[in-house]
């Protein structure tokens, strides 16, 4: 990554001496003024003052407003912009103005302390890990890697989150994530105050729609695999609702002939075997179609142990995510099926089953840890007496016809 990374007890011995290091400069009374600048897009106020360290400011305040009416959002009359220096003296002369405590330390050495942290104390999964150090290599450092901790403000967060670029889910995950780490670099560093907290997060653009298979499209790509293992996994995934990584982990003790149904009990994802994404056990009822591709699989391998893998990769060990990736696109061209995603055969079971058992089962089935999650499914349920409801809602009887006199 090219940051620099240390303990815990490093960084907060480094960051108490900087604070100190503070508290010992000579101490003044904070005072400032506002002024005027005339800009080409009209005239903006700035503010210069002085913090009790001595260090002298100067920060740009927001448009000026000359009109006599009330004042535009997000613009500034003089009475406005002097209350705005005096907030900023009163959080100064009570140290919670951001910028007074000067760490030494930037956002890379913050990301990097926040990564340690994730990894070490939360114990934070290794997919999860991969996941946030793409975020944090990918979009986070290079704009933001060098800047020292204390120089962040809302305004500069925001500024960076403008010229993010891509869906609005990927820059409210990034926005996340260095909220995350400004909550964790203020216990280590000292700041006095997370400049993430204030900027809002880009709006969801999730439709609330959902790409599914038919059943006829899931048994066409199951015809269309590379092998009959292939074409077990394809099923198993849409019929059981059970992740990738949940059906890479399965073994033949997790399936249940007699009382038809997989447990799943653990999930191998970026090289580590942890628990289901949950983080609980929980059962999964086994369709019959399941668990008939399932028994030729145990007979075609003769012999198989309870601890032994339902789905073996071709060095004998775990299947390889990524290549199984490859093979299911590759199977979806040959039925001339729509490109997709693996992880939309999980929600083809969600889409399904939400028509034939109670919500609360479904989210036990798919282990969700909360219902707002299963509740996506919900539209999917079907509602013919909805129509027969608004008819008669509606319903009406015209009078009878007057006979002409």
């Not at 000026?64 to 002369?93: K, S, V």
């Not at 809002?200 to 015809?223: N, T």
């Not at 949950?278 to 668990?291: I, Q, Y």
């Not at 590759?330 to 399904?352: C, I, V």
Request: aromatic content about 8%; charged content about 25%; hydrophobic content about 40%.
């Amino acid at each position: 990554m090219g940051v620099r990374s240390s303990a815990a007890a490093t960084t907060y011995v480094a960051a108490t001496s900087s604070a100190q290091q503070v508290s010992r400069a000579p101490r003044c009374r904070p005072t400032g003024h506002i002024f005027l600048v005339e800009r080409r897009r009209g005239p903006v106020w700035y503010a210069k003052y002085r913090l009790p360290d001595g260090r002298q400011l100067q920060r740009l305040i927001g448009p000026a407003w000359t009109g006599r009416t009330r004042p535009a959002a997000g613009f500034f009359t003089r009475r406005l912009a002097e209350e705005w220096l005096q907030r900023t003296l009163e959080e100064a002369r009570r140290g919670t103005l951001s910028g007074l405590v000067r760490t030494g330390a930037t956002v890379a050495d913050a990301a990097a302390e926040f990564l340690r942290y994730v990894e070490q104390d939360r114990e934070r999964k290794p997919s999860t890990l991969k996941g946030y150090r793409w975020v944090i290599n990918a979009q986070i450092l290079p704009a933001l890697g060098r800047v020292p901790l204390e120089d962040v403000t809302p305004d500069v967060v925001e500024h960076w989150l403008r010229t993010r670029t891509g869906a609005a889910s990927s820059r409210r995950k990034a926005l996340v994530l260095l909220h995350g780490i400004f909550r964790r670099a203020r216990k280590v560093y000292g700041l006095q105050s997370n400049p993430v907290a204030d900027v809002e997060k880009p709006r969801a653009d999730r439709s609330g729609d959902l790409e599914v298979f038919s059943p006829q499209e899931i048994w066409a790509l199951v015809a269309a695999a590379d092998s009959d293992q292939d074409g077990a996994i394809y099923l198993t995934a849409a019929f059981t609702g059970l992740r990738m990584g949940e059906l890479v982990a399965l073994r033949w003790r997790d399936v249940d002939p007699v009382r038809a149904l997989i447990r799943v009990r653990a999930s191998y994802s970026a090289g580590a075997l942890t628990t289901p994404k949950s983080g609980k056990v929980r059962a999964v009822p086994m369709a019959h179609d399941v668990a008939s591709r399932l028994e030729y699989l145990a007979r075609r391998g003769h012999l198989v142990g309870e601890d032994d893998l339902v789905f073996v990769g071709d060095a004998g060990g775990y299947v390889d995510g990524s290549a199984l990736r490859r093979r299911y696109k590759a199977a979806l061209a040959r039925a001339g099926l729509r490109p997709l995603r693996f992880h939309d055969l999980r929600h083809t079971f969600g889409t399904r089953l939400i028509a034939h058992a109670d919500i609360r089962r479904v989210q036990e089935w798919m282990g969700h840890a909360d219902i707002q999650t299963t509740m996506r499914y919900l539209h999917y349920v079907p509602r013919e007496q909805d129509a027969r409801l608004v008819t008669a809602a509606f319903a009406f009887d015209p009078p009878a016809a007057t006979p002409p006199s």
